[in-house]
């Protein structure tokens, strides 16, 4: 841990402050959304921060869930963020999860906005072992009124391991997809209700269905977005 956090504060693109990139912003956004699976209450957080200029930004994230009152993920980002191109960003830092088991790795992540209008962030996250997995993330917006949105996306997960213990294989494991249908009060709340389906593949669902586990979930949630403060 204290060896990455020393390789990015050599890494620190933060230097450029000092030849023009002086202008400091801030934003955030967090979805807190709520919803009934398998008889239980299940609530999820995705929520990011960051600060910095135009071309360099400290960037922060946190993703959970909780069923019941147990909380089941829960995961912390802190990334260096630096401008390459036209809409595209590259990152890098460390993740570190709380549950469901105590880990920190090396993050690396592209994000940025591809052709279509479609919100993309990929990541690759390394631990000490050398083990790596990853996630694509794709949304897009369509603007069905002023106030009413339709955010269709996509989410997967690889992993470049198998984990036996937590029913885990190698290859791609999981994907969410829905709408999120949102209905935005003004430019900093929106209320949304989200449709979607959540499926293990690959060797995850083999060994998931062996263990007598679920491998798909489909539901419908209701939510609060708060953004750009």
Do not use: C
């Not at 690759?124 to 269709?152: K, S, W």
């Amino acid at each position: 841990m204290k060896k990455i956090i020393l390789l990015l504060l050599l890494l620190s693109p933060f230097q450029s402050f000092a030849m023009g990139d002086d202008a400091w912003f801030h934003s955030g956004s967090i979805d807190i959304d709520y919803g009934r699976a398998n008889a239980q209450n299940i609530t999820t957080w995705d929520g990011d921060l960051w600060i910095g200029g135009d071309y360099d930004k400290l960037f922060i994230r946190s993703r959970g869930e909780r069923t019941g009152t147990t909380v089941e993920h829960n995961e912390v980002q802190l990334l260096l963020s630096h401008y390459i191109s036209h809409f595209w960003d590259a990152r890098i830092g460390v993740r570190r999860d709380f549950k469901p088991a105590k880990r920190t790795e090396l993050a690396l992540a592209l994000s940025g906005l591809a052709p279509y209008y479609i919100d993309t962030n990929v990541a690759v996250y390394v631990n000490r072992h050398g083990d790596a997995r990853g996630e694509i993330e794709l949304a897009h917006d369509v603007q069905l009124t002023q106030q009413i949105i339709a955010e269709l996306y996509v989410d997967s997960e690889w992993r470049g391991f198998t984990h036996p213990a937590q029913n885990t294989g190698s290859g791609f494991s999981q994907y969410d997809a829905g709408i999120k249908l949102r209905y935005e009060f003004n430019r900093h709340v929106a209320l949304y209700l989200d449709l979607y389906t959540h499926q293990t593949v690959g060797q995850t669902r083999s060994l998931l269905k062996a263990a007598g586990e679920r491998t798909h979930l489909n539901g419908l949630r209701s939510g609060i977005r708060i953004f750009n403060f």
